[in-house]
């Protein structure tokens, strides 16, 4: 079972639609949450922190649920310009510093 | 604000050359990656490094790969000799220091692309 597991897609979505992304993380010890964005031939960009409260910026929310081990992401009326790959990232603090990312969720908008 | 420097963006070179590419991490940064991305694999850490030292090379892929990390503000990854299968998008990532919103939070250079013929 990968550590960090995300639905790979594609989401293939209208204008003004709803979207949301899971992504499932296997190790208890993880500690920090982030949402990347990836646009073709380019480099991941940090979309946004995820934490314990949730978090919100602008059409994008993240969420947290450290009990069910997962995070997620929503995005409200989509744009054409959110098609990209959504990557999940995990931050783990067992006696060594780890990073893991999802293998991503490719998301097309269509107008 | 410069972000993460990457040279050369992109590289064709042959089978059994060496290949050497350069990263400048964000100034006072303490972490520094580097990764690998490939259609097949996804994006895959190769090492990292804390205040200049390699700290975890597990993800290297074998000998061939090596990094350092002179100083600060330069790190090398270096492939030697280099195959077709090393063809892909090689990241590198600088950290914000721990504490507080917005630390431990990774940014990544524009990559270079590798293509070994």
């Known amino acids: 079972r990968k550590e960090v597991e995300q639905d790979p897609g594609p989401f293939n979505v209208p204008e003004g639609a709803t979207v949301a992304f899971n992504c499932t993380y296997s190790?208890?010890?993880?500690?920090?949450f982030f949402w990347y964005r990836q646009d073709c031939r380019k480099e991941p960009k940090l979309l946004m922190s995820v934490y314990s409260s949730g978090n919100e910026d602008g059409r994008f929310t993240a969420q947290l649920n450290r009990a069910s081990q997962y995070i997620s992401l929503l995005i409200r009326d989509s744009k054409l310009s959110d098609s990209a790959t959504y990557l999940c990232v995990v931050n783990m603090y067992t006696g060594g510093f780890k990073t893991i990312f999802g293998a991503g969720t490719r998301l097309f908008v269509k107008a | 604000d410069a972000g993460v420097i990457q040279s050369p963006r992109h590289e064709v070179t042959e089978m059994g050359q060496e290949v050497t590419l350069r990263c400048k991490p964000i100034s006072g940064h303490d972490y520094l990656f580097w990764y690998r991305q490939t259609m097949m694999r996804g994006l895959e850490l190769l090492i990292y490094f804390n205040n200049n030292v390699p700290i975890d090379d597990s993800g290297m892929p074998e000998d061939r790969f090596s990094a350092k990390m002179p100083n600060a503000s330069f790190s090398t990854l270096k492939i030697q000799p280099s195959e077709p299968r090393d063809s892909a998008v090689y990241f590198c990532?600088?950290?914000?220091?721990?504490?507080?919103?917005?630390?431990?939070?990774?940014?990544f250079g524009p990559g270079t692309r590798l293509t070994v013929l």
């Open positions: 990532a600088s950290r914000t220091p721990m504490g507080g919103r917005g630390s431990d939070t990774q940014y």
């Open positions: 190790n208890s010890a993880s500690q920090s």
